[in-house]
């Protein structure tokens, strides 16, 4: 009998103690939710705010006629000056498939793109690459036909 009491004593421990992580993790994620109110709360502002500089720094680009006197009247970069101002450009027009779900890229848009690294994409009739039938290699326009050996004139 005895060994059933303890078998039930433990039970009633490890429930106890079960419990008490249950109540432990709901206090820790009642404050973390709080704190991600304040967090997400903060983030709005910061953005609402940027909105601000963005609108009144293009205000001063119009008044003074660039972007780099406006930069510097407000004590920033160009790079800095042209970061907010695409933020004005990506709330005045927003992509049709905002909203959607659709996160496609709109072909068009892509057709005259730079690939990642910075260089031209080459369209299908783009005078600078052609492609050699004997090796199926592209060669661009940049490149030097391979020359003969030179011959040893002397």
Known sequence: MASTQARMTARARARAAQQKVVADRKARDEKNMGSLTD????????D????A???????????????SAAATL???TTGEARKLLALLADTAAPSASAGTGDD???SDSDANAESRD???????????ATVDATTSETATGDSVPDAEPATNQG
Do not use: C, K, V
Request: proline share 2%; net charge negative.
């Open 48 to 51: 609402a705010a940027r909105l």
């Open 74 to 76: 407000a004590g920033i």
């Open 104 to 106: 496609t890229w709109d």
């Open 118 to 128: 910075g260089s031209a994409l080459n369209e299908p009739g783009d005078s600078t």
């Open 53 to 67: 500089m963005a609108r009144a720094l293009d205000d001063i680009r119009g008044r003074e006629g660039t972007l």
């Open 39 to 46: 967090y997400f709360a903060a983030a709005d502002q910061i």
